[in-house]
């Protein structure tokens, strides 16, 4: 931000506020003309690079054409569905369940119970119907 002299600056410092508002503003000037001059090399860059793949593109194009056998209109229609893929918008975030009352997040559904293997009778039982015991955890019909 270029630095300004106020009237008290000027009339209490003089030229030495102007000196340092002068350096103050050659120092951002510098910085911006740098940084101008990075853009303007990343531009020459990618210019270049884009050339470059139109330049394949192009070459790709006329060998296969050249050893294959294929409409120009075939490849038109190719290009214009690849383009327009590639150019759709995203599609929208999810939508989330909420509350229709409170607007509020709709409650997760819970997770399917854990099923372990009863170790006497060897049923598959949700852990909610075991008990604990000194062997491990055992089905409620079994404890």
């Given at each position: 931000m270029t630095q300004k002299i106020g009237f008290f600056d000027q009339w209490l410092f003089g030229t030495s506020a102007d000196r340092a508002a002068i350096n103050h503003n050659a120092d951002e000037l510098s910085y911006v003309g740098a940084t101008v001059s990075s853009l303007e090399a990343a531009v020459q860059?990618?210019?270049?690079?884009?050339?470059?793949?139109?330049?394949?593109?192009i070459g790709l194009?006329?060998?296969?054409?050249?050893?294959a056998l294929f409409d120009d209109t075939e490849l038109q229609r190719a290009v214009q569905a690849t383009?327009?893929?590639l150019t759709a918008p995203p599609p929208p975030p999810p939508q989330?369940?909420?509350?229709?009352y409170r607007g509020m997040p709709a409650e997760a559904p819970a997770p399917p119970e854990r099923l372990?293997?009863?170790p006497q009778c060897g049923r598959r039982v949700p852990i909610s119907k075991t008990t604990i015991t000194e062997h491990g955890d055992i089905c409620d019909a079994c404890s």
């Open positions: 860059r990618q210019a270049q690079e884009i050339l470059q793949l139109r330049a394949m593109v194009a006329e060998v296969l054409h050249a050893r383009w327009v893929q989330s369940m909420t509350d229709p372990i293997v009863c």
